[in-house]
Every structure is written in structure tokens, then in C-alpha cells.
């Protein structure tokens, strides 16, 4: 069921995510990070925060943010970091402890991440391991590091393995989704953000895929996207993930849902080398994609239901082919090859999302690797270059 009324303009809402003591707020709004002072006062032990943003993000938001910190006394410093995925490995993380060590942060204090899924994993990383943990808070400033990355506790860098191979489950103390900030983002992030949105759909809400199949190009649109939409597909999306957080921490069982479609993601991020030729929420949408089309042809899922993914998946302006992100040459046997490295990999078998229709995804480790690789060997045979570039 989609949660919260779809019609309903937002100026401001708040999701809970319950976790006993590490439980925290999502405070979703518009306007936020010009007062964010006076929503992290609460939380901090004490009024002393490092921002970790990257330089992007430092440039459109990190002078409001320190502004509104002073006005109610938080000593603050910032460490910028270069902008793109390639920040987020073992280099970076130690150039960042390196920094927030030479600025004394102490236990009680509290870092920031200020920024997208990139900044949000290595500062939450950074704070886990830091003087053996200290406090951080969130301040996503993309769709999809607002809908996704930055809830749940998920920490981690990128390895030559693969995608998110080592890092922690930490979880922060509050996190400040400012649906104005995405006014500044470029439209292809802004699109490759609503892949993560529309899983939500797919999981376990039909009603909010059919909101999202309404409204979903209002959210999308260049001049300028309906912050009230924005918001409450931010919303829907948190309440959504906050409860399977809620119900499985660290992904013991449910949570793995939330990988829908991420299993072939992360084998085509890692086909392209995390090198900006494909955006995280690009390859989801390509992974939705597969996992639908999987599940239809397994005859587990209505092929009406993944032909309807494709279709508004392609509607919205998203990839729904390998083809389509520049990954020529690629084989499905160095997809499945990439795909072994998945941490769903449990005594050697990899686990999948499959979905009976739309709104109706389940776990299965029951999945003949033939099946895999026809799916792959059909999706890839649309490549229209077989050299590899
Ligand atoms: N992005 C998937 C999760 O947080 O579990």
C-alpha cells in the first residue's frame, strides 16, 4: 500500500526509523538547509561538526549550511573532497580521517555529509572507524542519496572487486532531506535518482508505481520540478525503506529487497569501471529491468507487469539496456562473473530479487544459472557494438 496520500502537498514531514537506540528522523521538506542549525542542535552532544562535502556540492550549498550552524553557535569546518565515485575508496577515506584527526574531532563530536551517495558512504564509513565510531548526521543533497543511500546505516567504499565490498553499518543520528537542493541537480542525476524512487513501487507498493506513472515526468521536469512532488515521492520512498530497515537491520533477511535489480547494477557499474559512463541509478534501472524481465520469463511474474516496467522506466528517460550506457562487448558470462562478487553470494550461490508483478518482489536463491544467462545473452545480443571500448 502507498503510504501517505498522494495528493497531498508537503511542506514538511518527518519518517521515524525505528532502531531502538540508534533510532533517528527523517526530516523531509523544502528550504531545510537554510536552517539546519536549528534542526541538528537537538541531536549533537556537542555543538562542534566536521562537513565532509565534495566540491560540487561545496560550491551550491556548503555556505548556507555553515551560515545557518553559526547563527546558533556550532563550530564548524568543512573537508572537501573531489566530486565522483572515484572518490570512494581506501585513498580518499584516509586522506579524509587524516584531516578530521589534524581538526581534533572528538568523540562527542559529530561529522556531516553534506552531498550525494558518494560523500554520505565515505563520511559515513569515516565516522564509523573514527576514534572507534562517532557521531554523523545526513544532508543529501541528490534524489537518490535522499530516497536511498542516506537512510538505513549503509557505510562503504568501492574496492577493484567490486561496488560497496567493505565498509559498515553505521547508522546516523538524523538526516535532512532539502527537496530544494534538487533544483541544482543536473537533469541526468535527477533521472537516475528516480530509479531508485520507482523500486520502491516495484517492491512492495503498486499504488505508488501508479502515482509514479502519473506523476513521475512533474517530477522530472526541467523548469521546474514540482517541489511538493518531489517531495512526497521522497516521502513515500523513506516511510518505505525506513520500515524494512526497521524490520532487518543488517540484512538478514528482507532488507535484501532493496536490491532489487541491484545484483546486475553493480556487475554493470563494475563492467564500466565506475568511470561516470553509467550512474548508479541508471544501471538499477537497467537491473529493474532485468529482474522483471527474469521473473517473466521463469513465468513467475505477468510479462504485461515487466513490459510495463520497461515501458515507464523508458518514458522516464532511463536506460533499460545495457546498449544504451556505452558498454560494449560486454558478455553474460563477465556479467555473471561480476555478479559472483555480490555480498548476497551465500556458500557460493547467488541470491535473487524476482518479483510475482508489480508491487510484489520476493528473495529466492532458486534460480538455474541458465535461466540467468538466456536473460543476459537476449539483453546483451542488443548491443549494436561487440567491440569492447
Ligand atoms: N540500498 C540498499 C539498502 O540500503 O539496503
Avoid at 560540487?56 to 572537501?80: C, K, P, R, Y
Avoid at 508491487?359 to 535461466?371: H, K, L, M, N, Y
Wanted: aromatic share 4%; proline share 4%.
Amino acid at each position: 500500500m502507498m503510504a501517505g496520500s498522494p495528493e497531498q502537498a508537503l511542506e514538511q514531514t518527518t519518517v521515524r526509523v525505528d532502531l531502538a537506540e540508534r533510532s533517528y528522523d527523517i526530516i523531509i521538506g523544502e528550504n531545510l538547509l537554510l536552517e539546519a542549525g536549528t534542526y541538528l542542535a537537538p541531536v549533537l552532544a556537542r555543538p562542534r561538526v566536521a562537513i565532509i562535502t565534495d566540491a560540487t556540492v561545496a560550491a551550491l550549498h556548503l555556505t548556507h549550511l555553515q551560515e545557518s550552524l553559526d547563527a546558533v553557535g556550532i563550530e564548524n569546518d568543512a573537508i572537501i573532497i573531489p566530486a565522483g565515485e572515484g572518490s570512494k575508496n581506501f585513498t580518499q577515506l584516509q586522506a579524509v580521517l587524516d584531516q578530521l584527526l589534524a581538526l581534533r574531532i572528538e568523540r562527542r563530536d559529530t561529522i556531516i555529509a553534506l552531498g550525494g551517495g558518494v560523500v554520505g558512504d565515505l563520511a559515513g564509513f569515516a565516522a564509523a572507524i573514527l576514534r572507534r565510531g562517532v557521531d554523523f548526521i545526513q544532508i543529501p543533497t541528490t534524489l537518490l542519496s535522499q530516497v536511498d543511500s542516506s537512510v538505513g546505516g549503509k557505510t562503504a567504499v568501492n574496492v577493484s572487486q567490486g561496488k560497496n565490498l567493505v565498509g559498515a553499518f553505521y547508522q546516523p543520528r538524523l538526516v535532512l532531506a532539502d527537496v530544494t537542493a534538487l533544483s541544482t541537480l543536473p537533469a541526468r542525476e535527477l533521472r537516475a535518482g528516480y530509479g531508485e524512487v520507482v523500486k520502491y513501487g516495484l517492491i512492495d507498493d503498486f499504488a505508488f508505481f501508479e502515482w509514479l506513472e502519473m506523476n513521475g515526468a512533474q517530477m522530472l521536469a526541467a523548469a521546474p520540478a514540482s517541489p511538493a512532488v518531489l517531495a512526497q515521492a521522497v516521502a513515500v520512498s523513506c516511510r518505505s525503506k525506513a520500515a524494512i530497515v526497521a524490520r532487518d537491520e543488517r540484512e538478514t533477511g528482507d532488507r535484501a529487497l532493496l536490491n532489487l535489480g541491484h545484483t546486475f547494477a553493480h556487475a554493470l557499474e563494475a563492467e564500466g569501471g565506475y568511470d561516470g559512463r553509467i550512474l548508479h541509478g541508471e544501471a538499477v534501472s537497467i537491473g529493474l529491468n532485468m529482474a522483471f524481465t527474469l521473473s517473466s520469463q521463469l513465468g513467475l511474474c505477468p510479462s504485461q507487469d515487466s513490459a510495463r516496467v520497461c515501458r515507464h522506466l523508458a518514458q522516464m528517460g532511463l536506460p533499460t539496456d545495457p546498449s544504451q550506457v556505452g558498454l560494449s562487448g560486454l558478455t553474460a558470462d563477465v556479467m555473471l562473473e561480476h555478479m559472483r562478487q555480490d555480498k548476497k553470494v551465500s556458500d557460493g550461490q547467488l541470491t535473487f530479487i524476482l518479483a510475482k508483478g508489480i508491487g510484489q518482489s520476493f528473495i529466492t536463491r532458486d534460480v538455474p544459472e541458465d535461466a540467468v544467462k538466456e536473460m543476459l545473452d537476449n539483453a546483451l545480443s542488443t548491443q549494436p557494438n561487440l567491440q569492447k571500448s
